[in-house]
């Protein structure tokens, strides 16, 4: 077909400012000439966004739908409410399809053909989304918008015979070096064969119904203030060859999948909770780590790192409460002394690094929820507090996974005159220098910060330090080191805040989620297969990469093969991986498991809030969803976060970066405590996901002060 030349071809892109009531949305299209341009000839079409248009002359229309279903609640009266999909506008069903629809879920579609004239975007239920128990259905719902694997792989029973073969292999007598006593680096030299550590004091950290064990530990004091740390991980690639079939299918997943109190793993169970994970009592084939570390004044300096293949037993199976327990002195039971004294070595160790002027991080205590269905259909919660015992475990693991960056990244420079394509880096960008300088403006104005303080100061602190730093500052390139200074000034910035707690942890979420024009302060986090673009800003380190969690995450096998190609002495070799879809693979895995939480969160919390006429909260932020709708997030008994929508659309003129809100004529700030009537307790739709509020006259402050223990 002969193309008109006049016709252009475009890519819609619509970005809502929370903060900002809209007449009509901003939607902006990137024409094929590279610019991106307004027009309003495209509002009539109602486009989603990244949908592809076309236009010719004056007329455009929609040639693809990037995002063409979703999944929506149909109530009782035929009204929809979308539960997932990206639809900027107010959705309704054709009044034929309620019959068969209301009081249930959907999947629905995104028809391209839209009514110019209504208001309304027009959705098509396809079909019920129908199970008798909310865990299941709220799982499918998930798995289809997200396109999760439905189930886990299994193994054939010739690779399971394989696996044995491999494993009976690796341990043969002439291939595996006897390792007893290490009282110093040099001890453990850099070896192709597999070191014997089954004697030696190694024990897991995980939680008590964990199966799938990825790494073991031991600590050997060397003198009072230098000591050596093993991390020993599972080494699946023994066990996954490249480029076979289950490589192919583990690549094609990315990572394995923790929904509620479910597991879709990454690799077949035989692999992922017997060959290769660390159980208790078991021979295990392992990539060990050691590090030693010599401590001084609030510091600390690597003084020797050495990698091996290995195979290990585990000495002990120790869950985060055992362990936070006995870092305590709470702890009664009876354990293996040896584990014992290792273990508390291991605590002074990680809070020491932790400590260390060069990781003195702005981290806050945490909590792990998991929800699950009891006997009687009711969504059910446990939560998991992350203490010591948790950081611990995380200081380890991030010290092995910055010793393998650096390692690949020493050996891309010896041996590799471009150094893209091998290994794979976690990294996250740091914010550009006009977006800092405008954040630290927002924080003065919200007097959260000293008004005084100037970047210009801060900046040129940061840069002094790097140059009485030339260790450090001879391994940066020109980017990584303008990555390093931004993220020092933003560490810094956070550090001069004028308080803490949780008011300025909320107004922070407010500023940092929209502190500047191009949307988060912080950047989220992806992957890199640069070692010359590989700076993560959050942790404050350069070249580091994934490599403690193979069983669940490929980025882990990719960088085990690099390790164990470099103790062969062969050059590093290109992944072949596609790092942006296995870097989408693994946001698509987050974003899954946090949205499946925060809805399960709302059926766990039903029947309680069903009771109450009204609710005391904390404001936590105001923003507009689209023209027609207004949403209030605010938390309650401190830690759980609530979405109100209002039924009435109120007058709500959202102020100072979204930190106060003229919402009818009363004026509310972040962080404030109000109390919000409930006017029946059908306004409270666990399915719809939010609780619905008659007006804003519906909203009044209270004096009241939720003050949080803390366990000193």
């Not at 149909?74 to 409410?81: C, F, L, N, P, V």
């Not at 010290?399 to 041996?415: H, K, L, P, S, Y």
Request: proline fraction near 3%.
């Amino acid at each position: 077909m002969k193309v008109s030349m006049s016709r252009s071809k475009g890519t819609v892109s619509i970005y809502i400012n929370p903060f900002r009531y809209l007449q009509r949305l901003p939607i902006k299209v990137k024409w094929q000439d590279g610019y991106w341009k307004q027009d309003i000839f495209v509002d009539l079409l109602k486009p989603l966004p990244r949908d592809v248009v076309y236009k010719e002359g004056n007329s455009y229309w929609i040639e693809e739908r990037r995002e063409d279903r979703g999944i929506a609640y149909i109530d009782q009266e035929g009204k929809a409410t979308l539960i997932y999909g990206w639809v900027p506008y107010s959705v309704a069903i054709d009044t034929a399809d309620i019959p068969r629809f209301r009081n249930s879920f959907c999947i629905v579609r995104f028809p391209i053909q839209q009514s110019s004239s209504s208001k309304s975007f027009k959705i098509q239920p396809e079909r019920i989304i129908d199970y008798s128990s909310i865990l299941d259905r709220e799982i499918q719902m998930i798995a289809f918008y997200h396109k999760l694997p439905q189930w886990a792989p299994v193994a054939t029973n010739e690779e399971e015979e394989e696996y044995e073969a491999s494993f009976s292999n690796a341990v043969q007598p002439g291939k595996i070096i006897d390792v007893t006593a290490v009282n110093a680096i040099d001890d453990l030299p850099d070896e192709a064969e597999r070191y014997d550590l089954r004697d030696r004091v190694l024990y897991t950290i995980d939680s008590e119904a964990t199966k799938d064990i990825d790494d073991a530990i031991e600590v050997i004091p060397v003198t009072r203030n230098r000591y050596i740390i093993g991390i020993h991980i599972a080494d699946v690639t023994e066990f996954v060859a490249e480029g076979q079939h289950r490589d192919e299918d583990a690549k094609s997943r990315g990572t394995s999948h923790y929904l509620a109190n479910r597991v879709i793993h990454m690799l077949p169970s035989i692999l992922s909770e017997q060959f290769c994970s660390l159980n208790e009592n078991r021979d295990r084939l392992a990539v060990s780590v050691y590090v030693e570390i010599e401590f001084s004044e609030g510091n600390y300096e690597v003084k020797g790192v050495r990698f091996a293949k290995s195979v290990i037993r585990s000495k002990a199976k120790l869950s985060y409460k055992l362990v936070e327990d006995i870092i305590n002195g709470t702890f009664s039971g009876t354990i293996n002394q040896d584990v014992f004294a290792s273990l508390l070595a291991a605590y002074q160790v990680s809070k020491r690094i932790a400590n260390s002027s060069s990781n003195r991080g702005n981290a806050y205590d945490s909590t792990n929820v998991k929800y699950y269905e009891d006997e009687n259909g009711n969504i059910g919660c446990k939560e998991e507090i992350v203490g010591k015992s948790n950081k611990l475990i995380e200081t380890f693991m991030v010290t092995a996974n910055q010793m393998v960056g650096e390692r690949m990244a020493d050996a891309i420079v010896t041996c590799c005159a471009n150094p893209g394509g091998i290994g794979l880096y976690r990294i996250q960008r740091s914010p550009a220098e006009k977006d800092l300088r405008e954040y630290l403006d927002k924080l003065a104005d919200a007097n959260m910060i000293e008004k005084s303080l100037r970047y210009d100061d801060l900046k040129i602190e940061v840069e002094q330090g790097l140059a009485n730093d030339p260790g450090q500052r001879s391994r940066l390139s020109e980017l990584e080191k303008r990555e390093y200074i931004q993220a020092a000034i933003y560490r810094k910035m956070c550090s001069a805040m004028e308080s803490s707690g949780e008011e300025t942890r909320i107004k922070l979420g407010v500023l940092g989620r929209y502190g500047y024009r191009a949307g988060r302060i912080q950047a989220k986090a992806g992957l890199s297969d640069r070692y010359d673009e590989s700076f993560h800003q959050s942790l404050g380190i350069n070249r580091y990469a994934w490599f403690t969690s193979p069983i669940r995450r490929y980025t882990d096998i990719v960088n085990h093969r690099q390790i164990k190609a470099i103790l062969s002495k062969e050059p590093p070799a290109p992944s072949g991986v596609n790092v942006r879809l296995l870097t989408e693979k693994i946001k698509n895995a987050d974003f899954a498991e946090g949205h499946l939480n925060r809805r399960l969160q709302m059926y766990h919390l039903h029947e309680r809030l069903r009771q109450q006429k009204q609710l005391e909260v904390q404001i936590a932020s105001f923003e507009w969803v689209n023209p027609d709708t207004f949403k209030l997030v605010a938390i309650w008994e401190e830690k759980y976060f609530l979405e109100f929508l209002f039924q009435k659309k109120p007058y709500a003129n959202i102020e100072e970066q979204g930190l106060s809100c003229l919402l009818d004529r009363k004026t509310y700030r972040i962080a404030d405590h109000i109390i919000i009537s409930i006017d029946d307790s059908a306004a409270i739709s666990p399915g719809k996901g939010y609780i619905m509020v008659q007006d804003g006259k519906r909203i009044r402050k209270t004096t009241k002060t939720y003050r949080k223990q803390v366990d000193g």
